[in-house]
Each structure stands twice: as structure tokens, then as C-alpha cells.
């Protein structure tokens, strides 16, 4: 059976333009893309978008599925529920893994997982590193053809800068991107938060923002020197955004993406002592919060990519110096970009869509973010005036660990579509 989506203002981030129009879906395909014609014939199946957002799927290219080994976390099937529930249609999953996704077998035992039981698709990123230690490199070639589509050892920098030299070499060779934790250790070493005010009056041991921007300009340096493709992930400091502007206008194949966490909340959200506001890069200050959104205005930043970060509930419920670092993010995401950037004026909806869409799937040089004929039917459904409170008991994911539990946010997802198939479909107002 077709299926017909109409009514909807349909968001096309290629073409950089917004019409009304219908999508007519058919075996897993989009068909056709109408503006106003009569797309329906024969049997087939409607969903009303009727004031709403009609965009290509959504793809984030930084989550943390944390299976093998940690499914007290999260699983695969968890991860890409709330991955469909938060309106993504394609995610990409870091490897600190256990073991660590930087062999064949465990690439490919993640794919084969996805299919069994992931919701959405999944593009597995394979480690820099063995093991992600910073030492040895991984076998990127095998990596790649088991079906890596981005090299990073995320959670971890690779401070050897002889290691990453080579690593951007072959990178370069292979023609994949490397998505790069930039922290430097020795000054961000036993940091819980920010290095500023609020630290001080903590008294909690600061991370400046030097430990992220010193890391920038090396990988800049390094990406220059090898024509690597360098993906900055979780950019949280004016300096590094300032970096980025910089290599960007000297023409380097340097991207990076924001969180929706470091758009939309400053460091002192820590004064509670929340463990959920524990992030690493931490909450910055508010001119770093600043300098985000208008590197985000300004193109500077490319991709908004959620970090999603599950842990456990006895794991983040302890004293604030035990608790693991991350955050949840998939099921709030949507909701943080329309919210803050898109009502206010920062982003305009088809700029939100594009750094949710179109950029992070050419970043991974993956066939997704787009609304033409012949392409897979992974769409997603946006309603931008819902608005609900998030409640992390309704969530999809086994993490709860948000800190914006209570939150009412405006502009939620509505709908998910994944090959021509409704994965998430948002039935009552809390849904």
C-alpha cells in the first residue's frame, strides 16, 4: 500500500525552500514531492500533516547506543526507540563500546543488530585508536569495509599528535571524516565543570575552556597538513567556534557540530549539584552559550547532534564528583532547537532542518537527508506550535538522565517515518 502524507508544509533543506505540498511514499521509496497536484491514485494509505512540518528524516551523527557491553545503559533497540520517538531517522553510534567498536567483528555485529532490532538506521563510527587508548590505530581499512562511515575515539582525545598525524592520513586516504573529542587532559585533568564563577562558588574543580581550544587549533593544524576531512564534535567555547570561522574561511574540510545542551543551558545550571548537568565538554558560560548560537546563525557550526549520552540510574544517582559524565538527548532534541533557536529568531525552521538533515548526512557521506524522488522514505513530521514538559518517564530510551525534566518546550516531533514505515507516531499530548 502508498502512502500519502499531506497537508503539511513540506521543508526542503536542499533547495532551501518551504511550500505546501504532499509526499507520496511507495515500497519504501518517495515517489514524488507535490506542491498543491493531486499525487493520490489507487489504494492508499493518508497521513494529515495538515499544520505541519513535513521534513527528511532526521540524522544524528553523535549518539552513544552503548551495546556491546553496557546494555544496563542502553541497547541498540532502546537507543533507536527514543532515536524514533525524538524524530530521527538515521543516527550514527560512537565505538567506546566493550569491547570497543575498533575491529571488524564488532562493526559488524552493531549492524547486524540494528537490523534484528533497531527502529531506525544505524552507521556505526569506528575507533580511531585500538581500543580507543591513543597509542596504536585502529585498522581503519577494515573498519571502513565492514561499514564505519566516520573514525573517532570519542570520549577520549587522541593526544599524541604523531598518532592523529597518521590517523588523518589514512582518513584522508580512505575518504571518511574524523570526528574529533578535542580536550586536552592535562589541563582538564580531575574537572567537573567549568573553569569560571560558578566552579569558584562550588567549589568543584573547573575545566577551562583552554583544555577544548588548545585541542581545535592542533586538529585545524593537523587537518591542514594531511586534507583530512576533521568533524569538531560537541563544540562548547567561543575559541573554538572562532577556530572553526577561521579554517572555514581559509577553505579546510573542517565542520563541527553543537549540542542542544550547550545552546541552551550556561554553567550555572550546576548550582543545584544535579548530576544531570554533568557533561564533558561541560555547560560553558553564557558568551560561550552566545558565540554558539551565532556560530550556528552564521553557518560556522554545521550540525546539531545530541551527544546522547545513557547511563544508568544508580550510576548518575550519586554525589556530583562520582557521576559518569553525559546526558540523554534523542527525545529532547527537536523540541531544544525549536524552542531556543527556531521561535526565537536564531535559526529560521529550514537552517534547523539542514543541520538536523542534509549536513551531518554529507559530513558521513551517507545517501539520507533529503526529500527527492527515489530516495529512501525516512521522513519526519514536526508540529511547531505542541508544546509539552518533558517527563523522562515517558521516555523511550533506558537513560533518564536530562536535565530538563519539567521543561515545557514548543515544537515537537510528531511523526517518524522509516523506509515508507511509521516508526513513531506521537498519539496523546504527552506522548
Known sequence: MKLLIKG??????????????????????????????NLANGEIELLDASGKLVTPGLVDLHVHLREP??????????????????????????????????NKTVITYIRLRAREKGA??????????????????????????????????DGHCVADSGVLYRAMQYARMLGLPIIEHCEDTGLSAGGLVHEGYFSTVLGLK????????????????????????????????????????????????????????????????????????KVN?????AADVQAICA?????????????????????????????PFGMVGLETAVGLVWTKLVHPGILDPIEAIAKLTINPARILGIPKGTLEAGADADLTIIDPELEAVVDPARFASKGRNTPFAGWRLKGLPVATIVGGRVVYRREAPGG
Open 281 to 285: 565538554p561541560p555547560l560553558r558560560s
Open 206 to 277: 573547573g575545566i577551562p575552556a583552554a583544555a577544548e581550544t588548545v585541542m581545535v587549533a592542533r586538529d585545524i593544524i593537523l587537518a591542514e597538513a594531511t586534507g583530512c576531512k576533521l568533524h569538531i564534535a560537541h563544540v562548547s567555547t567561543a575559541g573554538a567556534v572562532e577556530l572553526v570561522r577561521q579554517a572555514k574561511a581559509k577553505g579546510l574540510a573542517v565542520t563541527a557540530e553543537a549540542t542542544p545542551h550547550h545552546f541552551s543551558l550556561t554553567d550555572e545550571a550546576v548550582l543545584g549539584f544535579d548530576p544531570n548537568t
Open 120 to 153: 531506525v538506521h544505524v552507521f556505526p563510527i569506528g575507533a580511531i585508536t585500538a581500543g580507543c587508548a591513543g597509542r596504536e590505530l585502529a585498522e581503519m581499512a577494515d573498519l571502513k569495509e565492514a561499514g564505519a562511515v566516520a573514525f573517532s575515539d
Open 8 to 37: 503539511g508544509t513540506i521543508v526542503d533543506p536542499v533547495a532551501r525552500r518551504m511550500f505546501p505540498g504532499d509526499v507520496l511514499i511507495s515500497e519504501g521509496k518517495i515517489v514524488a514531492v507535490g506542491g498543491g497536484e
Open 69 to 102: 557491553g553496557f546494555e544496563a545503559k542502553e541497547t541498540i533497540e532502546t537507543g533507536t526507540r527514543a532515536a524514533a520517538r525524538g524524530g530521527f531517522t538515521s543516527v550514527a553510534c560512537m565505538p567506546n563500546t566493550n569491547p570497543v567498536a575498533d
Open 295 to 323: 556560530g550556528l546563525r552564521d553557518g560556522t557550526i554545521d550540525v546539531i547532534a545530541t551527544d546522547h549520552a545513557p547511563h544508568a540510574p544508580e550510576e548518575k544517582d550519586v554525589e556530583y564528583g562520582n557521576a
